[in-house]
């Protein structure tokens, strides 16, 4: 079981680029959560996704964010238009339907625009 | 509104003494709390939650809900417990999401 994976490790886009990070679940699990690390911050929820669901969007900025979990395929954070205070770690989680065990974490994309 | 404090940015201690890690949070309801580490260049895992009170790697931690509280505690630290580790918070009724602490980084001296 290769856990949560994320990719790119690292992503740097310009002022106005788009960025798409993309989070595999580990296998079983149908519950995908993105988090943002801003520097110097601890983890801050955004969003929280099931298959072709959104449950909790509370944590997502209302402008240029936005999240999706296909029936198939990766879970994809989407912000549009990155703008400098963008650049954070983007950690993304998932969980079986019973969350008795927690959370499993994804080593994060690390996203710098310039 | 939730909150999570762990007043320590840095802390440092000598292999063997005796370590805390502070953890305040402040909530109306009745949370599940947690203990998260981070080990130099690995991912985020769970350490400990206050609901199954077991003892992971020698640590432990006890829900305090007076003092609102849940501090992580080992008698005897090691060079291998040099890591992040943060503090958070789950609200009650089920809520999927976590309320994280900005994180303690532990240092282990030999």
């Known amino acids: 079981n290769a856990g949560v994976m994320q990719n790119p490790r690292h992503l740097v886009r310009r002022r106005g680029q788009e960025a798409r990070l993309r989070c595999s679940p580990m296998k079983g699990h149908s519950h995908v959560y993105w988090y943002r690390q801003l520097p110097e911050e601890g983890l801050k929820f955004m969003v929280y996704l099931q298959k072709e669901n959104i449950i909790d969007e509370s944590g997502m900025p209302k402008e240029r964010f936005s999240a999706e979990f296909p029936k198939e395929g990766p879970s994809i954070l989407r912000i549009q238009q990155v703008v400098r205070g963008d650049s954070a770690a983007y950690f993304c989680a998932s969980s079986p339907r019973d969350r008795a065990h927690g959370y499993t974490f994804g080593s994060g994309t690390r996203l710098t625009v310039v | 509104a939730q909150r999570v404090t762990q007043p320590e940015k840095l802390l440092s201690v000598f292999k063997g003494a005796p370590v805390e890690l502070k953890c305040n949070y402040s909530?109306?309801?009745?949370?599940?709390l947690f203990w998260y580490v981070q080990y130099s260049r690995q991912r985020l895992q769970l350490l400990l939650r206050?609901?199954s009170r077991e003892s992971i790697k020698g640590f432990t931690a006890d829900l305090n809900k007076g003092e609102t509280s849940f501090h992580l505690k080992k008698p005897f630290a090691q060079e291998e417990d040099s890591a992040m580790y943060y503090c958070?918070?789950?609200?009650?009724?089920?809520?999927?999401?976590?309320?994280f602490g900005k994180g303690t980084k532990l240092t282990v001296n030999p």
């Open positions: 909530y109306s309801g009745s949370p599940e």
């Open positions: 958070a918070l789950s609200p009650q009724g089920g809520s999927e999401k976590l309320v």
């Open positions: 206050h609901i």
